[in-house]
């Protein structure tokens, strides 16, 4: 089966959304910033600190690399795997990509315990999701499925992400 691809900014819920679908799937869930973190037995936030983002990015294009190379795999990827064209174009040859989208007071809200993700570490969170969300808007909404969950469950969520990859995979017509 094709993989199925969960892209989108940091707080959209790709690692649920993906844990959930994958389960439904019966198809092996791997998360990029997971599989980042255990090869280099570090954490993100202390990569971006010794080494820096640049060399983070090199290490999530060999991840991505290496798993858009497999199938039968729900990826749930890093906000900024649309940061490089490359990493949409693997994802897409061998997966069906889908954007999470979520306006930015719901992900102030969605992120505000958390203190893992290097980009978000501002004494002005707020600003900071807005200012990052508009830079990186047009990259995210340039993926043609997207599933906006400013307003739903994580169980609508995956509802919509399963019809999604149905339709895709079956060639179905949604809503017809
Ligand atoms: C990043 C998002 C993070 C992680 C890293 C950088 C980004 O992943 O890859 O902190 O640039 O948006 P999540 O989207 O899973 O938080």
Sequence with gaps: MKNLVLVGFMGTGKTDVGQRAAAR???????????????????????????????????????????????????????GIVLNPDNLRDLSATGIVVCLWAEPDVILKRTQHHNHRPLLEDPDRA??????LRQREPLYKSIPLRVDNTHTTVEQDVESVLRIYRDQTTGARAGV
């Design 127 to 132: 600003t900071r999701i807005t200012d990052l």
């Design 25 to 79: 799937l019966g198809l092996r869930f791997v998360d990029t910033d997971h599989v980042i973190e255990q090869r280099a037995g570090r954490t993100i936030a202390d990569i971006f600190a010794k080494e820096g983002e640049p060399h983070f990015r090199g290490l999530e294009r060999a991840v991505v690399q290496e798993l858009a190379a497999q199938q039968d795999l729900v990826i749930a990827t890093g906000g």
